[in-house]
T-cell receptor
Framework: NAGVMQNPRHLVRRRGQEARLRCSPM?????VYWYRQLPEEGLKFMVY????????ESGMPKERFSAEFPKEGPSILRIQQVVRGDSAAYFC??????????????FGPGTRLTVL | EDQVTQSPEALRLQEGESSSLNCSYT??????LFWYRQDPGKGPEFLFT???AGEEKEKERLKATLTKKESFLHITAPKPEDSATYLC????????????FGKGNQVVVIP
Protein backbone atom coordinates (compact mmCIF):
# COMPACT_ATOMS: atom_id res chain seq x y z
CA ASN A 1 0.00 0.00 0.00
CA ALA A 2 1.69 3.18 -1.17
CA GLY A 3 -0.82 5.52 0.49
CA VAL A 4 -0.53 7.67 3.61
CA MET A 5 -0.73 5.50 6.71
CA GLN A 6 -1.98 6.56 10.09
CA ASN A 7 -2.18 4.69 13.35
CA PRO A 8 -3.95 4.02 15.47
CA ARG A 9 -7.23 4.38 13.60
CA HIS A 10 -9.14 4.79 16.84
CA LEU A 11 -7.77 6.02 20.16
CA VAL A 12 -9.59 6.37 23.46
CA ARG A 13 -8.04 8.38 26.26
CA ARG A 14 -9.21 9.62 29.64
CA ARG A 15 -8.93 13.29 30.52
CA GLY A 16 -5.37 14.17 31.50
CA GLN A 17 -3.70 11.36 29.56
CA GLU A 18 -1.42 11.77 26.57
CA ALA A 19 -2.33 10.91 22.98
CA ARG A 20 0.25 10.06 20.32
CA LEU A 21 -0.84 9.91 16.70
CA ARG A 22 1.46 8.56 14.00
CA CYS A 23 1.65 9.25 10.29
CA SER A 24 3.80 7.66 7.59
CA PRO A 25 3.73 9.68 4.34
CA MET A 26 3.40 8.28 0.87
CA UNK A 27 6.59 6.83 -0.53
CA UNK A 28 8.81 9.61 -1.85
CA UNK A 29 6.91 12.39 -0.07
CA UNK A 30 8.91 14.57 2.29
CA UNK A 31 6.23 17.02 3.41
CA VAL A 32 3.62 16.22 6.05
CA TYR A 33 0.56 18.16 7.17
CA TRP A 34 -1.81 17.60 10.10
CA TYR A 35 -5.46 18.67 10.04
CA ARG A 36 -8.24 18.33 12.61
CA GLN A 37 -11.90 17.73 11.84
CA LEU A 38 -14.36 18.48 14.62
CA PRO A 39 -17.97 17.24 14.40
CA GLU A 40 -19.99 19.47 12.05
CA GLU A 41 -16.85 21.47 11.22
CA GLY A 42 -14.57 21.55 8.22
CA LEU A 43 -10.99 20.35 8.19
CA LYS A 44 -8.71 22.82 9.96
CA PHE A 45 -4.98 23.11 9.31
CA MET A 46 -2.75 22.50 12.31
CA VAL A 47 0.88 22.12 11.28
CA TYR A 48 3.18 21.64 8.28
CA UNK A 49 6.47 19.76 8.63
CA UNK A 50 9.40 18.64 6.59
CA UNK A 51 11.99 16.16 7.83
CA UNK A 52 13.39 17.56 11.13
CA UNK A 53 11.75 20.96 10.53
CA UNK A 54 8.48 22.62 11.48
CA UNK A 55 7.61 24.93 8.59
CA UNK A 56 4.29 26.34 9.79
CA GLU A 57 2.55 25.67 13.10
CA SER A 58 0.14 28.61 12.93
CA GLY A 59 -2.90 26.34 13.31
CA MET A 60 -1.64 24.45 16.32
CA PRO A 61 -2.95 25.32 19.80
CA LYS A 62 -0.16 26.96 21.78
CA GLU A 63 -0.41 24.61 24.72
CA ARG A 64 -0.45 20.80 25.02
CA PHE A 65 0.02 20.14 21.29
CA SER A 66 3.32 19.37 19.57
CA ALA A 67 4.42 17.74 16.33
CA GLU A 68 7.60 16.30 14.93
CA PHE A 69 8.84 14.61 11.78
CA PRO A 70 12.19 12.99 12.59
CA LYS A 71 14.84 12.02 10.09
CA GLU A 72 13.83 8.39 10.52
CA GLY A 73 10.35 7.14 11.28
CA PRO A 74 6.84 8.55 11.13
CA SER A 75 5.57 12.00 11.96
CA ILE A 76 4.08 12.23 15.45
CA LEU A 77 1.31 14.52 16.68
CA ARG A 78 1.37 14.59 20.46
CA ILE A 79 -1.42 15.90 22.66
CA GLN A 80 -0.62 16.17 26.34
CA GLN A 81 -3.22 16.24 29.14
CA VAL A 82 -6.12 15.68 26.77
CA VAL A 83 -9.50 17.32 27.41
CA ARG A 84 -12.94 16.41 26.04
CA GLY A 85 -12.68 19.20 23.46
CA ASP A 86 -9.75 17.39 21.83
CA SER A 87 -12.13 14.64 20.66
CA ALA A 88 -12.00 14.81 16.87
CA ALA A 89 -10.71 13.11 13.76
CA TYR A 90 -7.08 13.94 13.06
CA PHE A 91 -5.91 13.60 9.48
CA CYS A 92 -2.41 13.53 8.12
CA UNK A 93 -1.58 14.44 4.53
CA UNK A 94 1.63 14.28 2.57
CA UNK A 95 2.91 15.91 -0.60
CA UNK A 96 5.85 15.75 -2.93
CA UNK A 97 6.34 19.53 -2.77
CA UNK A 98 8.25 20.08 -5.96
CA UNK A 99 9.86 23.54 -5.95
CA UNK A 100 7.86 26.13 -7.90
CA UNK A 101 4.84 23.88 -8.37
CA UNK A 102 1.52 23.60 -6.57
CA UNK A 103 1.49 20.14 -5.13
CA UNK A 104 -1.40 17.92 -4.21
CA UNK A 105 -1.86 16.77 -0.65
CA UNK A 106 -2.91 13.14 -0.23
CA PHE A 107 -4.70 12.22 2.95
CA GLY A 108 -4.55 9.24 5.24
CA PRO A 109 -7.57 7.48 6.78
CA GLY A 110 -7.38 9.50 9.98
CA THR A 111 -7.19 8.79 13.70
CA ARG A 112 -10.41 9.20 15.63
CA LEU A 113 -9.62 10.38 19.14
CA THR A 114 -12.22 10.05 21.85
CA VAL A 115 -11.57 11.61 25.24
CA LEU A 116 -13.66 10.22 28.07
CA GLU B 1 -7.71 35.10 6.18
CA ASP B 2 -8.62 32.62 3.46
CA GLN B 3 -12.31 31.73 3.45
CA VAL B 4 -14.20 28.97 1.67
CA THR B 5 -18.00 28.65 1.66
CA GLN B 6 -19.76 25.66 0.14
CA SER B 7 -23.42 25.43 -0.80
CA PRO B 8 -25.76 23.71 -0.47
CA GLU B 9 -24.72 22.05 2.78
CA ALA B 10 -26.77 18.96 1.94
CA LEU B 11 -28.35 17.72 -1.25
CA ARG B 12 -30.58 14.72 -2.04
CA LEU B 13 -30.71 13.65 -5.66
CA GLN B 14 -32.60 10.99 -7.53
CA GLU B 15 -30.34 8.69 -9.50
CA GLY B 16 -29.76 10.34 -12.88
CA GLU B 17 -30.72 13.82 -11.66
CA SER B 18 -27.79 16.12 -12.53
CA SER B 19 -26.85 18.98 -10.21
CA SER B 20 -24.06 21.37 -9.26
CA LEU B 21 -22.21 22.13 -6.04
CA ASN B 22 -20.84 25.59 -5.34
CA CYS B 23 -17.60 26.66 -3.67
CA SER B 24 -17.08 30.40 -3.12
CA TYR B 25 -13.67 31.51 -1.95
CA THR B 26 -11.69 34.52 -0.76
CA UNK B 27 -7.94 34.10 -0.91
CA UNK B 28 -4.90 36.30 -1.39
CA UNK B 29 -3.39 35.04 -4.62
CA UNK B 30 -4.85 31.66 -5.48
CA UNK B 31 -2.24 28.97 -6.12
CA UNK B 32 -4.72 26.17 -6.47
CA LEU B 33 -8.29 25.09 -5.74
CA PHE B 34 -8.79 21.46 -4.79
CA TRP B 35 -11.83 19.17 -4.71
CA TYR B 36 -11.85 16.09 -2.53
CA ARG B 37 -14.42 13.40 -1.85
CA GLN B 38 -14.89 12.08 1.69
CA ASP B 39 -16.85 8.97 2.60
CA PRO B 40 -18.04 8.43 6.21
CA GLY B 41 -15.22 7.31 8.49
CA LYS B 42 -12.55 7.79 5.82
CA GLY B 43 -9.99 10.37 4.78
CA PRO B 44 -10.48 12.84 1.92
CA GLU B 45 -9.81 11.38 -1.50
CA PHE B 46 -8.29 13.72 -4.08
CA LEU B 47 -10.41 14.51 -7.15
CA PHE B 48 -9.18 17.65 -8.95
CA THR B 49 -6.84 20.62 -8.83
CA UNK B 50 -7.74 23.84 -10.69
CA UNK B 51 -5.19 26.61 -11.08
CA UNK B 52 -6.70 29.50 -13.02
CA ALA B 53 -10.05 30.99 -14.01
CA GLY B 54 -11.59 29.27 -16.99
CA GLU B 55 -9.99 25.92 -16.28
CA GLU B 56 -12.14 22.78 -16.35
CA LYS B 57 -11.40 19.18 -15.41
CA GLU B 58 -13.48 16.02 -15.75
CA LYS B 59 -13.50 12.58 -14.23
CA GLU B 60 -16.29 10.14 -15.01
CA ARG B 61 -19.55 11.87 -13.97
CA LEU B 62 -17.79 14.81 -12.28
CA LYS B 63 -16.71 18.07 -13.86
CA ALA B 64 -15.03 20.92 -11.98
CA THR B 65 -14.88 24.51 -13.20
CA LEU B 66 -13.22 27.64 -11.82
CA THR B 67 -13.88 31.38 -11.96
CA LYS B 68 -12.12 34.19 -10.10
CA LYS B 69 -14.52 33.91 -7.17
CA GLU B 70 -15.99 30.41 -7.19
CA SER B 71 -15.77 26.84 -8.36
CA PHE B 72 -18.51 24.45 -9.35
CA LEU B 73 -18.55 20.69 -9.18
CA HIS B 74 -21.09 19.37 -11.66
CA ILE B 75 -22.43 15.87 -11.15
CA THR B 76 -23.95 14.46 -14.32
CA ALA B 77 -26.44 11.58 -14.11
CA PRO B 78 -25.33 10.61 -10.59
CA LYS B 79 -25.38 7.07 -9.27
CA PRO B 80 -25.81 5.94 -5.65
CA GLU B 81 -22.04 5.38 -5.41
CA ASP B 82 -21.56 9.14 -5.91
CA SER B 83 -23.07 9.66 -2.44
CA ALA B 84 -20.37 11.34 -0.33
CA THR B 85 -19.31 14.66 1.14
CA TYR B 86 -17.45 16.79 -1.38
CA LEU B 87 -14.82 19.12 0.06
CA CYS B 88 -13.43 22.25 -1.55
CA UNK B 89 -10.09 23.72 -0.43
CA UNK B 90 -7.87 26.62 -1.50
CA UNK B 91 -4.15 27.13 -1.30
CA UNK B 92 -2.94 30.73 -1.15
CA UNK B 93 0.09 32.29 -2.73
CA UNK B 94 3.38 32.53 -0.92
CA UNK B 95 5.47 29.79 0.60
CA UNK B 96 2.79 28.35 2.84
CA UNK B 97 1.28 25.10 1.60
CA UNK B 98 -1.66 24.88 4.00
CA UNK B 99 -5.15 24.23 2.65
CA UNK B 100 -8.23 26.13 3.82
CA PHE B 101 -11.31 23.91 3.58
CA GLY B 102 -15.02 24.58 3.34
CA LYS B 103 -17.45 22.57 5.44
CA GLY B 104 -18.42 20.38 2.51
CA ASN B 105 -21.43 19.48 0.38
CA GLN B 106 -23.11 16.31 1.63
CA VAL B 107 -24.66 14.53 -1.36
CA VAL B 108 -27.05 11.59 -1.16
CA VAL B 109 -28.11 9.89 -4.39
CA ILE B 110 -31.29 7.86 -4.07
CA PRO B 111 -31.75 4.83 -6.34
Amino acid sequence: NAGVMQNPRHLVRRRGQEARLRCSPMKGHSHVYWYRQLPEEGLKFMVYLQKENIIDESGMPKERFSAEFPKEGPSILRIQQVVRGDSAAYFCASSLAQPGRTDTQYFGPGTRLTVL
Amino acid sequence: EDQVTQSPEALRLQEGESSSLNCSYTVSGLRGLFWYRQDPGKGPEFLFTLYSAGEEKEKERLKATLTKKESFLHITAPKPEDSATYLCAVQAGGGNNRLAFGKGNQVVVIP
